[in-house]
C-alpha cells in the first residue's frame, strides 16, 4: 500500500484546512485509515480514523468537534477536514492505513504534509 498525503499548508487561526490522502495498492480499499500529526520537538500522535467501509470514525479529544475524517473508496482517497484550526495544530501531518486495526498502532505510513497555523 502506497500513501500520498496532501493539501496541507499555512492557514490562520480560526480558518480550515483539508487534507487528502490517495492511497493505492491491491485492496486499499478494504483498509482502515487513520491520520496522525507530528509537532516539532513532541512525539506522532493519534489524530482521527475511519473504518475501511466509512461507518465508524474515531478522533482525538483534541480535535473532536473540530476535525471530521471522511473516505471515497472510489477514489482510494481518505480526507481530513480540520476546521477552527488553532495554533497548537501546527505540526506534520501522516495518513496511515491499516487491514485490521482501526487505529494505533497502524501498519503503512505514507510522507508528512506540514500544516502550519499562525497566530
Known amino acids: 500500500v502506497q500513501l500520498q498525503a496532501s493539501g496541507g499548508g499555512l492557514v490562520q487561526a480560526g480558518g480550515s484546512l483539508r487534507l487528502s490522502c490517495a492511497a493505492s495498492?491491491?485492496?486499499?480499499?478494504?483498509?482502515?485509515m487513520g491520520w496522525f500529526r507530528q509537532a516539532p520537538g513532541k512525539e506522532r500522535e493519534y489524530v482521527a480514523s475511519i473504518s475501511w467501509s466509512g461507518g465508524s470514525t474515531y478522533y482525538a479529544d483534541s480535535v473532536k468537534g473540530r476535525f471530521a475524517i471522511s473516505r471515497d473508496n472510489a477514489k482510494n482517497t481518505v480526507y481530513l477536514l480540520m476546521n477552527s484550526l488553532k495554533v497548537e495544530d501546527t505540526a506534520v501531518y501522516y495518513c496511515?492505513?491499516?487491514?485490521?486495526?482501526?487505529?494505533?498502532?497502524?501498519?503503512?505510513w505514507g510522507q508528512g504534509t506540514q500544516v502550519t497555523v499562525s497566530s
Open positions: 496511515a492505513a491499516d487491514p485490521r486495526r482501526v487505529g494505533p498502532p497502524m501498519e503503512h
Open positions: 495498492g491491491r485492496r486499499v480499499s478494504s483498509y482502515n
